[in-house]
Nanobody, 121 residues
Framework: QLPLVESGGGLVQPGGSLRLSCAAS????????IRWFRQAPGKEREGVSC????????YDADSVKGRFTISRDNAKNTVFLQMNSLKPEDTAVYYC??????????????WGQGTQVTVSS
């Protein structure tokens, strides 16, 4: 199975918004939890948010609560991450990955290429 494909990143000013998409090709995401991760320069990859197969959202970091919203559209086989009120510290490469459940530490399959988010004036 191919890795998930992330898109929607870009350069945005502080306070701006972006919506990231995570799409699958050739297989369905319905039965998987999907987690967004990010990796800032010089830092380890960290979890951002996870959505269960039934649509329950979990936010890994207090810093994104109230600003980021994860959602999924099973008809489109896509998971989204709406990011509002972006801050420079949100700058990172964002990745999505399948998990058997949000409580799992492991991902299913391989990492994709990610999408770069840069928050700067």
């Amino acid at each position: 199975q191919l890795p998930l494909v992330e898109s929607g990143g870009g350069l945005v000013q502080p306070g701006g918004s972006l919506r990231l998409s995570c799409a699958a090709s050739g297989f369905t995401l319905d039965n998987y939890a999907i987690r967004w991760f990010r990796q800032a320069p010089g830092k380890e990859r960290e979890g951002v948010s996870c959505i269960t197969s039934s649509g329950v959202s979990i936010y890994d970091a207090d810093s994104v609560k109230g600003r980021f919203t994860i959602s999924r559209d099973n008809a489109k086989n896509t998971v989204f991450l709406q990011m509002n009120s972006l801050k420079p510290e949100d700058t990172a490469v964002y990745y999505c990955a399948r998990q058997n459940r949000c409580g799992s530490r492991a991902i299913v399959g391989s990492w994709g290429q990610g999408t770069q988010v840069t928050v700067s004036s």
